[in-house]
């Protein structure tokens, strides 16, 4: 423990990324921590090929190439990544916290806390034997190896939508959802009804049938009602969100609003020092956006900054302006 970090960032999703940038911009020393065996977070794991619309500057990228591109902003700079460690308690120790995780204990001034919605996997399908097929997926890689196969989707949110269309352009693809109206976007719900995309509605999946071990179709029923469907399947994906978990967050004195740290308009959580940005915090009219977590980086990284270095500007000059 010789190592005394300015900012120790706890997760690294696209929120932790860019606020490490931002912070070694202010010559700030820096490590991040995660839990997860990757860095980039929800875009990387659970959607690497979806495109992700509230990216400044990019009509469209992926969650992959979002990744790529915050680590290539990074690459000039020494950064320590801790994957696979996960928090398990922050003590305050005179002017510094020490960190302890599941590998070791670590001294750092400042806590910027960007884990998201925390450590998280996909929810399941619940239908009998669906752990014995390779061709029931809960992410996408390589969208292009399904070229031509039969795609069926589950879900009604704003992934499921996206895959379909991304789908739609490579291959025949049918969208089950157990509702008339969906949740993703406005726009995209618009693009999705002007698609070739088959779209079963309200239906639910019922049972998984198949031939000499392979699944071939999926028998969905209509909701309130006697009628059954079988619909041919070469992949079948389920986007039916993900079960996250905050560990041990709430054990380290947080204010909390619903699972989330309550932040002031510094991005700083009821205990000074410690401070919060993207999805993992909260204050009137939060927006959980990825561009809102990238807004909010800055703000905390400077706050941190300043609480370490009084005599430094909370707003540095503009890189603009420089």
């Not at 739609?168 to 406005?186: G, Q, V, Y």
């Not at 561009?291 to 703000?299: D, H, S, Y």
Request: charged share 20%; net charge negative; glycine share 8%.
């Amino acid at each position: 423990m010789s190592d005394i970090y300015d900012i120790t960032i706890v997760g690294a999703g696209p929120t932790g990324l860019f606020a490490a940038f931002y912070a070694h911009l202010r010559q700030a020393k820096v490590q991040i921590i995660d839990s997860l065996p990757q860095v980039g977070g929800q875009p990387a794991i659970l959607y690497p090929e979806k495109q992700i619309l509230d990216i400044p500057a990019f009509t469209s990228i992926n969650g992959e190439e979002l990744t790529n591109r915050l680590l290539e902003q990074l690459s000039p700079f020494h950064t320590p990544i801790r994957l696979n460690e996960t928090v398990q308690d922050i003590t305050k120790k005179e002017d510094s916290f020490h960190l302890v995780t599941n590998k070791g204990t670590y001294q750092t001034r400042t806590v910027l806390i960007a884990m998201g919605g925390g450590a998280f996997k996909p929810r399941p399908l619940e239908l009998d034997n669906v752990e014995k097929f390779d061709n029931i997926h809960y992410h996408v890689s390589n969208i292009q190896q399904y070229t031509g196969k039969n795609i069926v989707i589950l879900g009604g949110g704003d992934s499921a939508v996206d895959w379909a269309l991304a789908f739609e352009k490579i291959a025949p693809t049918t969208l089950i959802h157990r509702r008339d109206n969906f949740r993703a976007m406005e726009h995209s719900v618009e693009a999705l009804k002007n698609s070739s995309v088959t779209i079963k509605t309200p239906f639910i999946p019922n049972q998984l049938i198949e031939e000499n071990g392979q699944l071939t179709h999926l028998e969905i029923s209509k909701v309130k009602s006697d009628e059954n469907l079988h619909i041919p399947v070469d992949h079948l994906f389920v986007n039916y969100g993900f079960k996250s978990s905050v560990g041990n967050l709430k054990q380290w004195g947080l204010d909390l609003v619903r699972h989330k740290i309550k932040v002031n308009s510094k991005m700083e959580s009821s205990i000074p020092g410690i401070f919060a940005a993207g999805d993992c915090c909260y204050y009137d009219g939060k927006i959980d956006l990825i561009a809102t977590g990238l807004g909010e980086a800055p703000t905390a990284v400077n706050n941190a900054i300043s609480s370490i270095y009084p005599e430094q500007k909370t707003q540095p000059k503009h890189s603009t302006s420089l």
